[in-house]
C-alpha cells in the first residue's frame, strides 16, 4: 500500500518550498522504504530550487539523511526493517566499465528506485540527488541504505550523506593527504570544515585554513586548521607560501566552486602538488592560465564527486571514529529544526551564519 506522507517540495524555479503531502508506494524489487529521522540542508538543495541543477520541477528536497528502513521489495537481501541506515547517493551498478575495473568509487551508473513519488495529483516529483529526504518516508534503492552503528544520533549520522563525505574524501581519497603534508583549504563551510577535518585526521602537520569571513575562520581552528588567512585582507597565495617556507601546500582543497578561489588553490601548492576541486562551479564559470604553468608545475589536478567515497566501506568507518571521539562530526550541527523550517534555513546558509542547519524529521 502507497503512503501519504508530510515532504519538502520545490515546485517552480525560484518560488519558495513548500509542505505538501507526498504518495510514497510500496518498495519494489530492489528496493527500500525508509523513516528518515534527520536530514541535513545542503547547498545543493537550494542549487535545486534555483533552478541550477535541472529544469525537472517538482523536486523532493533534501538528501543528507539518516533513518530506520521501514519495509523492502521482495528480493531485497542487503537491508531488512528496523536497520538503521545512512542514505547514501552513490548506490553502485556493479557492472560498468568503471565498477568492472574495481574502482566502484566512480561507479558510472548508480541506482536509485525505480517507482516514482508523487503529489496527490499524481504529478511525479524528481528526488534530489535520488533521495528526496526532507519527508516522514521516502523511496529509495535499497543499495542506498547504507547501514551504520545505531549509537550515532541520526542528526550527525546523516551528515555524511552528503556534504561533510565528500571534504572529508576530498582530502582523505582524492588529495590522498598523509601525515606530515602540508594542506590549505580554500572555503570553510561545511564541506571545507570536512577538508580539514579530514586533513588533521590523516596526519597533515600544517592545515591552514582561508575564507572571507572571520566566524568561519574562527570554526575551521575548532576542526584542526592550523593557521587562518582572510583573503579579503591579504593575498591568500602569498600567506600560503609564507607559511610552507615559500614552497605552497602538498595538497590544496578549493572548497567553493568559483575561478578565482581555483587560481588561488592552483599557485599556492608546492611543485608536483596537489589541486583538489571539490567545489562545485556553475556552467557560466571560465578559467584562463598559462598552459605553461600547468606543465611546468608538474603534479595532479583533481576533482572530487562526494569525496571519491564508498558508502559501505567509507560510513561505517567514519562513524566508528566519531563514536571514539576521534571526529567531531556533532560540531557541524549549528541547529535542529522542523520540517518547515527548510525556506528559513536557506536564508541562514546564504548569510553565511550555519554550517548546518539539521531537519529533525521523526523521533
Ligand atoms: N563535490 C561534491 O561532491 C560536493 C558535495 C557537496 C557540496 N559541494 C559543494 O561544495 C561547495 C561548498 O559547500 P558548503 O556547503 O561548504 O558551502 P558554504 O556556502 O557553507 O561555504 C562556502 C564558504 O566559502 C567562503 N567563501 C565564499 N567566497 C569566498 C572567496 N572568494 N574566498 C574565500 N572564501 C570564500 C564562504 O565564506 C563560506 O565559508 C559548494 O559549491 C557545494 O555545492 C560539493
Ligand atoms: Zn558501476
Ligand atoms: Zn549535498
Same mark, same amino acid.
Given at each position: 500500500m502507497s503512503v501519504k506522507v508530510k515532504g519538502v517540495v520545490? &515546485?517552480?524555479? *525560484?518560488a519558495p518550498v513548500t509542505l505538501e503531502t507526498i504518495v510514497v508506494p510500496d518498495p519494489g524489487p530492489g528496493e527500500a522504504r525508509v523513516r528518515v529521522q534527520a536530514c541535513g540542508v545542503c547547498h545543493t538543495d537550494l542549487h535545486y530550487r534555483e533552478g541550477a541543477i535541472n529544469d525537472q520541477f517538482p523536486f523532493l528536497l533534501g538528501h543528507e539523511a539518516a533513518g530506520v528502513v521501514e519495509s523492502v521489495g521482495p528480493d531485497v537481501q542487503e537491508v531488512s526493517p528496523g536497520d538503521y541506515v545512512i542514505l547514501n547517493w552513490r548506490a553502485v551498478c556493479g557492472e560498468c566499465r568503471a565498477c568492472r575495473r574495481g574502482r566502484p568509487q566512480y561507479c558510472f551508473n548508480t541506482h536509485n528506485a525505480k517507482q516514482k513519488m508523487t503529489l496527490e495529483d499524481g504529478t511525479e516529483l524528481t528526488p534530489a540527488l535520488g533521495i528526496g529526504a526532507f519527508a516522514e518516508l521516502t523511496l529509495v534503492a535499497a543499495g542506498q541504505c547504507t547501514k551504520v552503528d545505531?549509537?550515532?544520533?541520526p542528526e550527525v549520522a546523516g551528515l555524511l550523506g552528503c556534504g561533510v563525505m565528500a571534504g572529508l574524501g576530498a582530502a582523505i581519497?582524492? *588529495?590522498n593527504v598523509s601525515r606530515g603534508d602540508s594542506v590549505a583549504v580554500i572555503g570553510c563551510g561545511g564541506v571545507g570544515d570536512a577538508a580539514i577535518a579530514g586533513a588533521r585526521l590523516a596526519g597533515a602537520r600544517k592545515i591552514i585554513a582561508v575564507d572571507i569571513d572571520d566566524r568561519k575562520l574562527a570554526k575551521a581552528k575548532e576542526f584542526g586548521a592550523t593557521d587562518v588567512i582572510n583573503s579579503r585582507a591579504i593575498d591568500p597565495v602569498e600567506a600560503i607560501q609564507a607559511l610552507t617556507e615559500g614552497n605552497g601546500a602538498d595538497v590544496v582543497i578549493e572548497a567553493i566552486g568559483r575561478p578565482e578561489t581555483y587560481e588561488q588553490a592552483f599557485y599556492a601548492r608546492d611543485l608536483a602538488g596537489t589541486v583538489v576541486l571539490v567545489g562545485v562551479p556553475d556552467p557560466s564559470m571560465r578559467i584562463d592560465l598559462p598552459l605553461l604553468d600547468f606543465f611546468g608545475r608538474g603534479g595532479a589536478l583533481k576533482s572530487s564527486w562526494y569525496g571519491d567515497c564508498l558508502p559501505s566501506r567509507d560510513f561505517p568507518m567514519l562513524i566508528d571514529l566519531y563514536l571514539q571521539g &576521534?571526529?567531531?562530526?556533532?560540531?557541524?550541527?549549528?541547529e535542529k529544526i522542523g520540517i518547515g523550517d527548510v525556506e528559513a534555513a536557506f536564508d541562514k546558509m546564504h548569510k553565511g551564519e550555519v554550517l548546518r542547519s539539521v531537519v529533525m524529521v521523526s523521533g
Open positions: 520545490a &515546485r517552480a524555479k *525560484g545505531p549509537q550515532a544520533p581519497n582524492t *588529495g &576521534r571526529l567531531p562530526l556533532q560540531d557541524f550541527v549549528s
